[in-house]
């Protein structure tokens, strides 16, 4: 098991942005991201799921500080692209599980979650590499949830 | 440019599913990824953006032979959930970028989105790490994105 998952790790400068109901058409998601990397806003995770009635959501996450610079920047996108509205969260964590060996492992990101569920931790994002599973959290859970990662990972 | 991004990737055994409206409370996360643990479906990527309402959409990829075992495992925790219900996408890929520059490069992911905008290719979901950002497109679009994404990355 320990080969599997080699190590918990957390990031408390975190901020989440999102968009709702954009046109699911090529050149939004560049709308969006180049209008944030022009203004020098740093992104960090990145999450579309899934479309519905041609509509999707965009979320990402940035640094804590970004966030009253990149408000302004992501209303006046909205608008452009006929997105229905923003929502953004602050006071938020990052928990992520990383390990080469997940690749092959159904259980592991289930594992992940399920430890979180137990401590009553609320999962707001997902998003995945080969590599990592990151769950965005509320900051004030963060503590429990390495805590509750380490054990359920034996590590 | 070419230390910031160092290679292309792409998968064609890509299939989508996707939960929507699912409660936004702990536990939920659990129970469809456990579900699909214990059937043996290996998960690769898994995406949750934005909740709304107190709901959310969870997304994910299979291997595409692996879409017949897992719709009925998802529609059964949809019902369970009472998630409001289940879509599915075949014949596509997954094309990412990939470098160890990119975590501070704001404009990288958007550098992606552009090229594959200025081939008229749809995104359909979006995953990042600090290495790695993946896009789900239409499998027939595939060799277009890659090309697009040498000639944009100077690889
Ligand atoms: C929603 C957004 O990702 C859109 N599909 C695009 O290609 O830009
Ligand atoms: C939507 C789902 O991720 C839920 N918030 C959970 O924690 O399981």
């Given at each position: 098991?320990?080969?599997v998952?080699?190590?918990v790790a957390h ?16 050149g ?27 509509r999707?959501d965009?979320?990402?996450t ?5 966030l009253?610079?990149?408000?302004p ?21 990052k928990?992520?599980?990383?390990g080469?060996?997940?690749?092959s492992?159904?259980g592991?990101a ?8 137990d401590?009553g ?6 998003s ?6 990151s ?11 390495v ?6 990972f034996?590590?």
């Amino acid at each position: 098991n320990n080969r599997v998952v080699s190590g918990v790790a957390h990031d408390l400068n975190v901020a989440k942005v999102a968009l709702f109901d954009v046109p699911d058409r090529p050149g939004i998601a560049r709308a969006v991201f180049k209008a944030l990397a022009d203004a020098n806003i740093n992104v960090d995770m990145i999450v579309q799921a899934a479309m519905r009635d041609g509509r999707n959501d965009i979320a990402f996450t940035i640094a804590k500080d970004d966030l009253s610079r990149a408000l302004p920047v992501v209303e006046r996108v909205c608008r452009e692209i006929g997105a229905s509205g923003t929502a953004y969260g602050e006071d938020l964590a990052k928990v992520s599980i990383v390990g080469s060996g997940m690749m092959s492992n159904p259980g592991v990101a289930a594992a992940m979650f399920a430890a979180l569920a137990d401590e009553g931790i609320n999962i707001q994002m997902i998003s995945t590499s080969e590599i990592k599973v990151s769950c965005i959290i509320a900051a004030d859970e963060i503590e429990r949830a390495v805590n509750a990662l380490h054990a359920a990972f034996n590590l």
